[in-house]
């Protein structure tokens, strides 16, 4: 995508980034955890029939002027040109999510992630995978167990391919694996239609946010259950009732911007075939 029109100072007010813009590791560690926590992860457009638009001027009026936040490939084009503007150097890539599944299950790349080239080596950064997304850049490297803002992280060797994994309580959870070769914009494009209009994917059924909090703690919200999750792996869960008490979550705790108008429609698709037991694994 051309990042030409990129509002840097917008990205930068949006996610409430007053600090250094130098392109080095520190600054692109309060990068990535300002945007993490200022624009939740949400497909909520994807309910009503609306495909994510992947270019700048779509992303900017939404994420950074509509109040709204977006799935991997939304999220992570957004930073990237972020990153961009401030003179990083990065690579594209995707990832096969193993989240809820065994580590080696043959699964497509859905995910898009980037890896930002820095004088201490190739860091891992992605803003766009709901819950677990790390709130911290990675060293892309196996077996280094490095801590985060919220879980403690690591990456390990899976035929080439390096897994992320993120330490929940006392075990470890795998979350997807690094496809090591660098991706055309065209693929995103491929992929971003895919799971906005394939009738399995859970984005066209469910209302899904995410956002990572204070003290450690994430929230995810999966259609009525809310669930905030501690990093020693103690959960506190509440079920919605009404659209009075998902205006007020959405807008006043994942800060999301939602009219009435189209959150009345979303809850009419949850009704009618909407997940009804646990969350999908992904979103767990």
Request: with cysteine; aromatic share 8%; charged share 25%.
């Amino acid at each position: 995508m051309d990042d030409e029109g990129f509002d840097q100072e917008g990205w930068l007010t949006r996610i409430g980034h007053s600090g250094p813009r130098t392109p080095t590791l520190e600054t692109l560690r309060a990068l990535v955890f300002a945007h993490a926590h200022a624009i939740s992860y949400e497909s909520l457009d994807i309910m009503l029939g609306r495909v994510p638009q992947l270019d700048v001027a779509s992303l900017q009026k939404k994420m950074i002027y509509s109040g709204r936040g977006g799935y991997c490939f939304e999220q992570n084009m957004l930073f990237r040109a972020g990153l961009r503007s401030l003179g990083y150097r990065l690579t594209s890539l995707q990832g096969r999510v193993v989240r809820g599944l065994d580590i080696d299950a043959p699964r497509p790349a859905i995910h898009m992630l980037l890896i930002v080239h820095l004088h201490e080596g190739d860091y891992l950064a992605d803003v766009g995978f709901g819950n677990l997304a790390p709130t911290a850049p990675l060293l892309l490297k196996p077996d280094v167990e490095q801590d985060t803002p919220h879980e403690t992280m690591r990456f390990i060797d899976v035929g080439g391919e390096l897994t992320l994994q993120s330490r929940l309580g006392d075990q470890w959870a795998h979350i997807y694996r690094v496809i090591p070769y660098p991706r055309y914009d065209g693929e995103y494009e491929i992929t971003n239609w895919y799971t906005s209009t394939h009738p399995s994917a859970p984005y066209l059924s469910n209302m899904i946010a995410a956002r990572p909090g204070p003290d450690r703690t994430r929230m995810t919200l999966f259609n009525a259950r809310v669930i905030v999750r501690h990093s020693d792996g103690r959960s506190e869960r509440r079920t919605l009732d009404g659209i009075d008490q998902y205006s007020s979550v959405l807008r006043e705790e994942f800060g999301l911007n939602v009219p009435d108008e189209d959150l009345a429609k979303m809850l009419e698709i949850v009704e009618r075939r909407g997940a009804k037991g646990a969350p999908h694994p992904f979103f767990s």
